[in-house]
């Protein structure tokens, strides 16, 4: 009996002390965070996965797009995200553009978001057949913050 009054006199300032006020000491006010959101988007890639192929005489392109936190972690994100295929090597191409917004409530981003990948699939409908021999892929990312990420890829030929 006198072990466990020793213990109870041991661990009961802690837990009064637990129940006081904290912070500035007025009720309702938070004390501002000391660090960022650590899950947000930190860095930008193009999956592996992103390739050009044909499907039923349409060129597609298949782009698997994925953020990172700062520890390098797959995350989901909020912000414009821009895709954007030139030619890295001869002959003539136009730059092609498409922009899409990540939105944390939407459908159409939350379906787009692949659970297994980690990463965002976006199935692109080029407007040409002809695709030069080595296209390249940028990705950027411009976030509600101000923030900007920019991936760039080399695609495999079709």
């Known amino acids: 009996m006198v072990r466990v009054a020793a213990l109870l006199a041991l661990l009961m300032p802690p837990l009064v ?3 006081g006020v904290h912070g500035s000491g007025v009720r309702g006010v938070r004390s ?16 592996p996965l992103t390739r050009l192929h044909d499907s039923d005489g349409d ?3 298949e782009a698997w ?28 191409m136009q730059h092609l553009s498409w922009t899409t917004e990540l939105e944390s409530t939407g459908d159409m981003t939350l379906s787009r978001f692949d659970p297994v990948t980690h990463a965002y699939f976006l199935p692109l409908e080029l407007p040409t057949k002809n695709m030069p021999p080595r296209a390249r892929l940028r990705a950027t990312l411009e976030t509600p913050d101000g923030d900007r990420f920019v991936a760039r890829f080399e695609l495999p030929d079709a």
């Open 59 to 61: 060129t597609m392109l």
């Open 17 to 19: 002390a637990g129940c």
């Open 65 to 92: 797009i994925q953020l990172r936190d700062r520890d390098g972690h797959p995350v989901r994100g909020l912000g414009a995200l821009t895709l954007t295929l030139d030619s890295s090597g001869p002959g003539d």
């Open 32 to 47: 501002q965070p000391t660090a960022q959101w650590p899950f947000k988007p930190r860095s930008i890639r193009v999956h």
